[in-house]
């Protein structure tokens, strides 16, 4: 992920004014020959980490590391979200521009055990390229990173059936469930909002009336929403709520320092759980890291 600048969105540099938010604080680091880790998952006892150049799961429990590689056929892992009904890790796969990675045309949603088996799998029409994945009440939703539209996965037809179309948004990110309305992250346009009864989508600005762009992750937190800032400006946490189609009661929970090139976060019991430098520079220009992966924790908004 590339930073345009140094400096915070006006609407967050006022949060900052009023409260400087505590650090994080470094929950674990990956092992690192593990260049490249994107997405985060837990069930509250395991965390799931995706290793995205090595095409494999790395799984945390009792301070212990355990590697699941993907079944062949499978590309690379980027956002992953835990399926607690079914007991199945989702996994949004592509081919990133990335050196030694084969491009591709599209890229898959695919579920796999705990012991690496694969489960289920669905595409969409091509161009498809999936980085992002929410599981909500065993309803799954995947977000192409490249178009902008999100889909839901139909378990009868195991198809991607479309919740925003191609040419509605921009590039895709985090989804969040709540009830029958949908939040989407959209690099370009921010945070909407999506009926999953009629499909209307709109667009939700932040008080000043701009949008909160260059969100990544997204995930609920309680009554907030929670997401991590990369796309524009110095990396941050933020939480907000939502009220008469705006964001409201922004709450800015981290900023620089670790987050260094923050991606996927996840809920873990009374904190919050985020991948605080994912590597992608390094990834990017085919060299291996300094430094292993940071996971970070921050505890949940209130």
Known sequence: MRF???RLAPALLA???AAEPPPPTIQFTAPVEHRLIEGIATDGRRIWL???LDRMILEREGGR???IPLPAGVANPLGIAWDAQRRWLWIATDCPGLPGIVRCERGALVAIDREGTLRA?????APFHPGDVSVRGGRVFVSDSQSGAVFVWNPVAATLDPVVPLGVGRSAQGSVQIGDRLFVADYRYGIARVDLHTGARALLPLPDGKPLNGV???VRAGAWLVGVR???GVPAVVAFKVYDGHLTKMRLLAAGGLLKDPTQIAVSADRLLLVGEAGWDAAA???PRADCAPILALPLPR
Do not use: K, M, P, Y
């Open 4 to 6: 345009a600048n140094r």
């Open 15 to 17: 949060l900052t004014a």
């Open 50 to 52: 995706s290793s995205v």
């Open 65 to 67: 590391f355990r590697t």
């Open 121 to 125: 799998q669905a595409i969409a029409e």
């Open 216 to 218: 990544d992750g997204l």
């Open 230 to 232: 990369n796309g524009a």
């Open 285 to 287: 220009a085919g060299s």
